[in-house]
């Protein structure tokens, strides 16, 4: 079988590279000819593909079969991004037994996870928990898409792979939130940067060499590098940042801090493919580990425990479900640990009897223990998309409006995806290896120096509290995107060509909370995220704004702007925010407002009277042998992207875990 698509491809470059030997128009005679035979050929090799990721994926067990035995020492719920980090680790000691259990299935082999280019096609599909927001009192009352991977690997397995550690003092800042209780030293970036370095295994590339490869991971499981696509409008982004004052930064991951601009890092392989926690760290020797099972499709409805006359309650297992509704019970010799991520552990807490004892008894849940901070103190980072007609008409920009994503079938688009999709398979190339989110800016909203350049002149005592980790930290970031999009993709665009630029409010002082719907399992929790309920938000994102006015309005940024968007009638462009008033900016920013998928803290470490719910070793405080591991326990956002932080974070946890299961 490996052989025929082996075969097909070799076929298909062949034919490629003969086409491309052709005087011009020639070569223009055939195009329609090949595009059909392309057609067929990638069809073919995508439904072999899909045979052969079937074949491949016998290893797991399907949660139908409940568990091979009842008693394990630890059992992980979700294997989510932290969840497969977990279960990776915890197995190198052959004596440990490691249940991991997924509601989802394996993504490893799935094309919309291992094309780049291709992930935002999981939204709203079996593999997205596909949750939306309660509506926004300060965003015109709208709720919000959240997509959640519901799958190995999580949100691992369907985000933009960014990669990015944040800025080095959120970590001293995690560190002394912890007020000295066990464990908390280990949080400070000095000492939990060697755990970033543990996963990473950086690629280094000739085009960025001012990256200095010492800092970088160079042995652990998660490759990362530059390969994925950079198009020539992110490249003029650059430049214009540049020019309104956000030096280029050659690697924003290092302790000397994240501010400035460039391309982003990615979890993207030299291979084009990729990289999620699922690929990186369930590889075919850790799943045929005796001592691992792997229950996918079975997903977690309570905790169980044991309690004693004078001691706190101790988590001995957990009951689980499989597709058809069958219930199943396992043990937990040691631990239980919670990686379900930062919407369903806390729903799982409270399912459970764990949570805020008034709201647990509105559904008759016996409360175990009363735990005020369980689904409190969500974070997430709004962002507010802007988005501009590109007068390069560069291929990337095309993808903006693409009919057939909306389901209206085009014989050219079809044939455009094919073309991009053999570019991809032979030569790792092409359009389809764009992490979407190509480029990045980090910004402080007190910057006067850089407001000033924007034409904003910042009060002299400006009583805009300062909400960022530290002095040299970011509270602002710009990204930019060769295609543009709105409300993740799902509004129209009249037929052109366009790109976007995001203003990211990074430190947010607004947070919301996750709560039941039900006491039924199956219901998704609510979540409100309260986006915007604070002026600082609004104030800091407005500075955004006017940076981003500030960008568009660079000579660079001209030469690939579209004048005729100035004339827009639709709404949807942005070619004059610079000559906006405050207040319609600020009417875009509460009409527009999205999540940048990164909701943390809803089990937060910290002491329990500052809402804390787990310790700076993870045990949630009042309940023995269980833990959270994943990115509820955020004990404040980062300011940056999340991912990277929870991998370390799961490193952590493992040698914080295995330590103790020695003692
Ligand atoms: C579209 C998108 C784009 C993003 N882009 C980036 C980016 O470019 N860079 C970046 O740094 N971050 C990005 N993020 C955020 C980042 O991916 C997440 O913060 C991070 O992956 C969260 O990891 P986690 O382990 O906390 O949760 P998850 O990865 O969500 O894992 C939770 C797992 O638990 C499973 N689960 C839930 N409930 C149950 C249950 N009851 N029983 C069994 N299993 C259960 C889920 O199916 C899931 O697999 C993005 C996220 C999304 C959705």
């Known amino acids: 079988m490996v052989k025929a698509v082996e075969g097909l491809q070799a076929f298909i470059a062949r034919c490629i590279a003969i086409i491309h030997g052709l005087p011009a128009h020639l070569q223009a005679a055939l195009n329609l000819r090949l595009l059909k035979s392309s057609a067929i050929l990638g069809a073919l090799v995508i439904a072999l593909r899909v045979v052969l990721s079937r074949s491949r994926s016998k290893y797991r067990r399907d949660g139908s079969e409940g568990s091979a035995r009842s008693e394990y020492d630890i059992v992980i719920v979700g294997g989510g991004t932290a969840g497969c980090v977990l279960a990776s680790r915890l197995s190198e000691n052959p004596k440990l037994r490691v249940l991991l259990i997924e509601a989802g299935g394996s993504s490893v082999h799935n094309p919309l996870s291992c094309v780049p280019g291709l ?26 898409y959240w997509p959640r991977g519901r799958m190995l690997g999580g949100c691992s397995s369907m985000n933009a792979m960014i990669f990015h550690h944040g800025a080095p003092s959120d970590f001293d800042e995690w560190a002394a939130m912890q007020k000295g209780q066990e464990g908390a030293a280990g949080w400070k970036y000095d000492t939990f940067n060697e755990y970033f370095r543990k996963f990473e295994k950086f690629h280094p590339s000739k085009d960025y060499s001012l990256v200095d490869t010492t800092l970088r991971g160079s042995a652990g499981p998660v490759h990362v590098g530059y390969f994925g696509n950079e198009s020539d409008t992110t490249r003029v982004f650059l430049e214009a940042c540049h020019h309104a004052g956000l030096e280029h930064n050659p690697d924003f991951n290092t302790a000397k801090g994240t501010l400035g601009s460039s391309k982003v890092l990615t979890f993207i392989d030299s291979r084009a493919r990729r990289v999620t926690t699922e690929s990186a760290y369930l590889s075919p020797e850790v799943l045929a580990r005796p001592n691992l099972v792997i229950a996918t499709h079975a997903q977690v409805t309570r905790i169980l425990f044991e309690t ?5 309650p101790r988590a001995v297992g957990v009951q689980f479900k499989n597709r058809k509704g069958d219930m199943f019970e396992v ?22 009897g764990i ?11 016996p409360v175990l223990v009363d735990h005020p901070g369980v689904g409190a103190h969500l974070m997430d980072h709004p962002v507010i998309d802007f988005v501009f007609r590109d007068k390069t008409k560069s291929t990337m920009a095309s993808m903006s409006h693409d009919p057939a994503r909306h389901g209206k079938f085009s014989l050219a688009s ?30 402080r909203s007190s910057d006067a120096s850089l407001l000033a350049k924007a034409g904003v002149t910042l009060p002299t005592a400006d009583d805009l509290e300062d909400s960022t980790s530290g002095p040299t930290a970011p509270d602002i970031e710009i990204f930019f995107t060769p295609m543009g999009y709105l409300s993740h993709g799902q509004v129209d665009f009249p037929q052109g060509h366009y790109f976007g630029v995001h203003a990211v409010l990074l430190r947010p002082t607004s947070t919301g909370d996750v709560k039941l719907r039900s006491a039924d399992p199956s219901a998704s929790p609510i979540v409100d995220p309260k986006y915007l309920a604070t002026r600082h938000d609004v104030t800091v994102l407005v500075r955004a704004a006017r940076i981003i006015g500030h960008i568009a309005n660079s000579p660079s940024f001209s030469s690939i702007l579209d004048p005729s968007g100035s004339s827009d009638s639709t709404g949807l462009l942005n070619h004059n925010i610079a000559q906006q008033s405050d207040a319609e900016i600020e009417k875009i920013i509460r009409d527009r ?11 937060r470490m910290a002491p329990k009277e500052d809402g804390g719910v787990v310790d700076p070793l993870l045990r949630v405080h009042g309940i023995d042998g269980l833990r959270v591991c994943d990115a509820s326990v955020f004990p404040t956002i980062t300011s940056g992207h999340t991912v990277s932080p929870t991998i370390a974070l799961a490193e952590r946890a493992a040698d914080i875990i295995l330590v103790s299961c020695k003692e």
Not at 308 to 312: F, L, N, Q, S, V
Not at 356 to 361: I, K, R
Request: net charge neutral; aromatic share 12%.
């Open 308 to 312: 004693a006359e004078g001691k706190a």
């Open 414 to 443: 079809t044939a455009k995806a094919l073309l991009w999709f053999a570019q991809y398979r032979l030569w790792a190339t092409g359009p389809l290896t764009t992490n979407v989110a190509e480029a990045a800016a980090f910004a």
């Open 355 to 365: 949570g805020p004892a008034e709201h647990l008894a509105s559904f008759d849940i």
């Open 331 to 352: 043990r937990a010799k040691k631990e239980v640990v919670l990686s379900a991520g930062a919407t369903h552990t806390p729903q799982i807490l409270m399912l459970s």
């Open 119 to 144: 992930y935002y096609k999981f939204f709203h599909t079996g593999f997205d928990w596909d949750l939306s927001t309660e509506p926004q009192d300060h965003a015109a009352s709208k709720r919000k």
């Open 593 to 603: 407002v999205e999540t940048l998928y990164h909701p943390t803290c809803t089990a």
